[in-house]
């Protein structure tokens, strides 16, 4: 036997390694006996915490290299438990080296859960943010591959339904296609394109609101704004007004603004996001549904009152004073954030959507002008599809109604 490592046989460390095992099979959602597993914040602190002592463990053991040996043997002890027929399977990567990025192991786990819900997910985040921001990048990434898997099989179904449909339809008949087989063919080539620039604004809505910049600047901003509007104002007037020279700064200054709009609504936000799922609606239908909103508010301007949050009224009243004349800005926002945060009833949103209707009615170069909607649709998989997708998604879909 060549384990030397002092500070803990193999035989014990074998041991936690195993009850490691157990509790990672949990992670699946389910108990042995196949009912649900509970994963609460606790929990997921429970299981990082467990993740945290093998990081520690083994960075001690492969820090010298008088315990080479230790490390070998410890990887054929953890070969030979899995060599069991009745090791599961979805572990089959455990060695040393996954050991010793123990959290980052119990996160892949923890998010690819089948049955991940919103309320799983903030009891990961919760447990997360309080274990240190450098897991936070991690579940960022895992979150973003979990999204693309989940949107993939989600186009390859929705591919699927078509095809079902129109075959079932007798749309693919020889003399359907003769007829109008290139129309039925640009339809679904449509909706596919709709459906990737609808994941790519979920996606990029993730990757923002999750980043560790981002929750630092959510942090900052419920600070800031918890003091009377008199006193921030004035911190915030005191930065640099906006020039060419110092246009990042009136960019940063509109950011902390749109999010202490959001900041006392967070985790309704990003479970909002994770949680809305595409639906083949066209960017048309979806401007007409904003244009309905639009016009319904302008017809009871007072709707909002006594409903809204005061704190965040003066803050849009703020950001509407200083981006007088230059509301085009918006554009340099991530339009998540942009769509998130500013209510439908707030003259701000009237600003926002007139940049947008803007865009509309141009064509991909200064010299071609699109007369009509349909005609901008030309453009779907770019920043204007995704930026009626974000207001479309918060205003329509029910975020801000659930507020």
Same mark, same amino acid.
């Given at each position: 036997m060549s384990w030397n490592y002092p500070e803990i046989s193999l035989e014990d460390l074998m041991k936690l390694v195993k009850g490691f095992v157990d509790m990672l099979i949990l992670t699946s959602g389910h108990q042995?006996?196949?009912?649900p597993a509970q994963w609460d914040a606790e929990n997921c602190r429970k299981a990082l915490q467990w993740g945290l002592f093998f990081e520690n463990v083994l960075k001690s053991i492969t820090s010298s290299d008088k315990y080479a040996k230790s490390v070998i043997e410890l990887d054929e002890a953890i070969s030979e438990m899995k060599s069991n027929p009745l090791f599961p399977k979805g572990l089959g990567s455990l060695s040393s080296s996954t050991l010793i +990025?123990?959290?980052?192991? /119990? %996160?892949?786990?923890?998010v690819d859960n089948v049955t991940l819900r919103d309320k799983h997910l903030k009891a990961i985040l919760v447990a997360a943010v309080e274990l240190g921001d450098d897991v936070i990048d991690i579940i960022t990434s895992k979150?973003?591959?979990?999204?693309?898997?989940?949107?993939?099989?989600?186009?390859?179904? &929705?591919?699927?339904?078509?095809?079902? +449909?129109?075959?079932?339809?007798?749309?693919?008949?020889?003399?359907?296609?003769a007829e109008d087989g290139d129309q039925t063919l640009l339809s679904w080539g449509q909706q596919l394109v709709e459906l990737s620039t609808w994941n790519n604004w979920k996606s990029k809505s993730v990757s923002y609101f999750l980043s560790k910049r981002t929750m630092k600047l959510v942090s900052g901003a419920s600070?800031?704004?918890?003091?009377? +509007?008199?006193?921030?104002?004035?911190?915030?007037?005191?930065?640099?007004?906006?020039?060419?020279?110092?246009?990042d700064i009136f960019?940063?200054?509109?950011?902390?603004?749109?999010?202490?709009? /959001?900041?006392?609504?967070? &985790?309704?936000? /990003?479970?909002?996001?994770?949680?809305?799922s595409y639906n083949s609606v &066209?960017?048309?239908?979806?401007?007409?549904?904003?244009?309905?909103?639009? %016009?319904?508010?302008?017809?009871?301007?007072?709707?909002? /009152?006594?409903?809204?949050n005061s704190k965040v009224e003066e803050i849009l009243e703020f950001l509407t004073e200083i981006l007088h004349g230059c509301v085009h800005n918006l554009w340099r926002i991530p339009c998540a954030l942009a769509g998130a945060a500013i209510p439908?009833?707030?003259?701000?949103?009237?600003?926002?959507?007139?940049?947008?209707? +803007?865009?509309?009615?141009?064509?991909?170069?200064?010299?071609?002008?699109?007369s009509t909607v349909q005609d901008a649709e030309e453009t779907n998989s770019g920043e204007l599809a995704e930026r009626i997708w974000g207001m479309y998604a918060f205003h329509v879909r029910g975020f801000h109604q659930m507020n």
């Open positions: 042995s006996s196949g009912f +990025k123990g959290r980052e192991f /119990v %996160l892949g786990h923890l979150l973003q591959k979990r999204q693309s898997v989940v949107s993939c099989a989600s186009a390859l179904e &929705t591919g699927l339904d078509i095809l079902s +449909k129109n075959i079932e339809n007798g749309c693919w008949s020889k003399e359907a296609l600070l800031i704004f918890s003091a009377p +509007k008199v006193q921030w104002a004035e911190v915030l007037k005191g930065l640099h007004d906006f020039s060419e020279s110092n246009g960019l940063q200054k509109i950011e902390l603004l749109l999010l202490g709009c /959001v900041a006392s609504r967070w &985790t309704h936000l /990003v479970e909002h996001i994770m949680s809305v &066209t960017m048309a239908e979806q401007y007409e549904e904003l244009c309905k909103l639009l %016009l319904q508010r302008s017809k009871s301007l007072n709707q909002h /009152v006594g409903t809204s439908s009833w707030s003259p701000l949103f009237s600003l926002y959507f007139g940049e947008v209707e +803007k865009q509309l009615k141009q064509g991909p170069s200064a010299s071609r002008i699109c």
